[in-house]
């Protein structure tokens, strides 16, 4: 799980603007629900209409996660070590939600910061986002 040193700059730059705005990816999270009903299986206590708090809530907790593997671009796989275990052992998340969950963060963060999102952004938050997926399923294999 490498990321080159080019595609390691427009990550933290992308993510700050979520991170300094108390932004969650709430706004990630409703449309995954709509276009992806089977993720809702995961959050049957959760009020998953746009704009709940709960959403929102998750949403936190997904930029907060996010943001730990940026501080650790060069060891996203220890960064999120117990968030692997946590989703793999005992929440068992079907491993192809990241992928979905990702698709939707890069149309979130394009939406939301288009400015920011270049054509070398989107690279490297593709990337990046791969990566964070891959660390999230090490636990199935």
């Not at 999120?80 to 946590?86: F, G, I, R």
Request: hydrophobic share 40%; proline share 8%.
């Amino acid at each position: 799980h490498i990321l080159s040193g080019s595609d390691k700059r427009p990550a933290p730059t992308a993510l700050s603007p979520l991170q300094t705005s108390g932004h969650s990816l709430a706004p990630t999270l409703a449309p995954l629900f709509a276009s992806y009903p089977q993720t809702k299986t995961y959050f049957p206590h959760f009020d998953l209409h746009p704009g709940s708090p709960h959403l929102h809530m998750h949403g936190t907790k997904v930029v907060a996660a996010l943001g730990d593997a940026v501080k650790s671009i060069d060891n996203i796989a220890g960064a999120l070590a117990k968030l692997s275990e946590l989703h793999a052992y005992i929440l068992r998340v079907d491993p192809v939600n990241f992928k979905l969950l990702s698709h939707c963060l890069l149309v979130t963060v394009a939406s939301h910061f288009p400015a920011d999102f270049t054509a070398d952004a989107h690279t490297a938050w593709d990337k990046f986002l791969s990566i964070v997926s891959s660390v999230l399923t090490e636990k199935y294999r």
